[in-house]
């Protein structure tokens, strides 16, 4: 089984689910922003991953900025809190497969996660060929 917590509104969200379909798999998709998180859940994501919550914090079209968060001496549990009431914050897409998890950006980053390969041509964001890989 495959679970993408998924940003429809992101290119390479979008990208990333399309490059897992191309698999023949239909994923378990999260819609993160709907949903929102748990502690337990982003603290779970980001260990296995390999993360901080620095690394997953969305800075860009996001209220960071605003919020004070990309200050570096902004403490792991501030920041959790704050993507705990913004799920915005938190970077995406994190793909969780049995192969791990991970935050894949850039989009080829899942193709390492996938239990089979995709079955037709996948691209990037920006339209460059990663299956197979060239």
């Excluded at 940003?7 to 994923?27: F, H, K, Q, W, Y």
């Excluded at 859940?41 to 991953?49: D, K, R």
């Excluded at 994190?94 to 850039?106: D, I, S």
Aim: proline fraction near 11%.
């Amino acid at each position: 089984m495959i679970v993408i917590h998924h940003n429809p509104d992101c290119g390479t969200s979008r990208n990333v689910l399309a490059i897992i379909r191309a698999t023949g798999i239909e994923p378990h998709v999260i819609p993160y922003l709907d949903k929102g998180w748990t502690r337990p859940h982003l603290l779970s994501l980001f260990a296995t991953a390999g993360l901080t919550p620095r690394d997953a914090l969305r800075t860009s079209k996001s209220p960071a900025v605003e919020l004070g968060l990309t200050d570096p001496l902004i403490d792991d549990e501030t920041l959790i809190a704050a993507m705990l009431d913004h799920p915005i914050l938190v970077n995406r897409p994190f793909v969780c497969t049995t192969k791990g998890v991970a935050l894949c950006r850039p989009s080829h980053t899942v193709v390492r996660l996938l239990p089979a390969e995709p079955q037709s041509p996948v691209h990037d964001e920006a339209g460059d060929l990663i299956w197979p890989l060239p």
